[in-house]
């Protein structure tokens, strides 16, 4: 049977690439967006010419509302949803005495509290057909910090919690729960570093290079596919950070 998966903020970098290669594989996607239309509206073209239909959904999964209806709007169409998501995210360079309360709200609502609250909506028709997949895409930054990056930290810190603490509930229901922590990888939000940067992040990272938003698709589909992983920060990161 087909599986349906939603994932937020599709439209640019991994969620971009993670819907691809979720597409391509046979899983029915919902890419969610919320500034981005036009890129959205390629990456539907882009799959349209490979024979493969997916739906493009706008949404502030930032609030509750919002995020409500683009889950309504999987289980009206699809009638189950199998597969969560949660990559929406924004990160901004500020030094912390700086930080203002809009700051906290702006990126804590973006990064954490969506998916909180996307994985809230999914979870009772998860609960009802039990099975289902949430994966989070975090950060290295979560596990280690940041400097000039609290609030994006904290954030990516608390990704990884609401993992660990949603495995341990929704395990019995058979829905696996896991999160993925990417180091250095070559997207836009990344796009700021400049050559220097990005050869100083090479030469401390054991492999020698830098991601690529591919190695964290690869990820997601090797989680949706494992059926005894759950509970888990898994940190793709070329060696960078080993702990």
């Known amino acids: ?11 640019r970098g991994i969620g971009r690439e993670i819907a691809k290669q979720l ?16 890129e959205a509206k ?35 169409k699809y009638k189950k949803i ?15 005495t700086d930080e203002t309360d809009e700051d906290w709200n702006r990126i804590i609502n973006t990064n954490l509290y969506s998916a909180f609250v996307m994985s809230q909506e999914v979870t009772p028709n998860m609960i009802h057909n039990k099975q289902g997949c949430i994966i989070n895409i975090s950060s290295i930054w979560g ?21 660990k603490s949603l495995a341990k509930e929704l395990g019995p229901s058979n829905i696996r729960v896991n999160s993925i922590a990417p180091g250095a990888i070559n997207t836009e939000m990344n796009a700021n570093l400049n050559e220097e940067e ?4 090479k030469n401390e990272t054991p492999l020698g290079k830098i991601g690529k938003v591919e190695d964290i698709a690869k990820c997601v589909k090797w989680l949706i596919e494992d059926d005894f992983t759950t509970g888990q920060i898994i940190s793709i990161n070329g060696g960078w950070v080993i702990r």
Do not use: H, P
Request: proline share 0%; aromatic share 4%.
């Open 143 to 163: 596990l280690v910090g940041a400097s000039l990056e609290v609030l994006y930290s904290i954030s990516k810190a608390g990704m990884d919690g609401l993992t």
């Open 82 to 96: 199998d597969i969560l998501i949660n990559n929406a995210g924004i990160s901004e360079y500020k030094i912390f």
């Open 1 to 11: 049977m087909e599986k349906i998966a939603i994932i937020t903020g599709a439209s």
């Open 198 to 201: 990005i050869n100083q992040l």
């Open 42 to 76: 390629e990456l539907k073209e882009e799959l349209k010419i490979e024979n493969i239909e997916i739906d493009i959904v706008k949404a502030d999964v930032s609030k509750r509302e919002e995020a409500k209806k683009l889950v309504q709007y999987a289980l009206e």
């Open 23 to 38: 597409a391509r594989s046979g899983i029915k996607i919902i890419a969610n967006y919320n500034k981005s239309e036009k």
